[in-house]
């Protein structure tokens, strides 16, 4: 099996959605997750986090990060096309505005 990185995109971040949600609209929006993640079942390695107060750090330089990557999650799956099927129904995606991106691992010779 083939790992994959799942990164969750969206125009707003993870800490003011759940800051603006009511309690409702919280257990939905997780309920909703949890029913995704029991359909995908064992492709989940890892189904991961929100993410907040990012930075973008180079040699010189550390700033705040402009991404809007808002969640991870790590599945695995024989190929990109499988994990690319298994994210259609995600719940992320009834969202306007937002967005997933799928990277497949590479594997590391001799590790």
Do not use: C
């Not at 003011?16 to 997780?30: H, V, W």
């Not at 492709?43 to 990012?54: C, E, F, M, Q, Y």
């Amino acid at each position: 099996m083939k790992k994959f990185l799942v990164l969750y995109h969206a125009p707003v971040s993870a800490s003011q959605q759940m800051a603006n949600a009511t309690p409702e609209q919280a257990k939905a929006g997780m309920d909703a997750w949890m029913n995704w993640a029991k359909k995908a079942g064992r492709a989940i390695v890892d189904l991961g986090l929100p993410l907040t107060n990012g930075k973008s750090i180079s040699q010189s330089t550390v700033n705040d990060s402009g991404a809007t990557i808002v969640g991870y999650s790590i599945l695995q799956a024989d190929s990109v096309d499988d994990v690319t099927k298994l994210l259609k129904e995600h719940p992320h995606l009834r969202m306007p505005g937002f967005s997933i991106e799928v990277f497949e691992g590479m594997p590391i010779p001799g590790m």
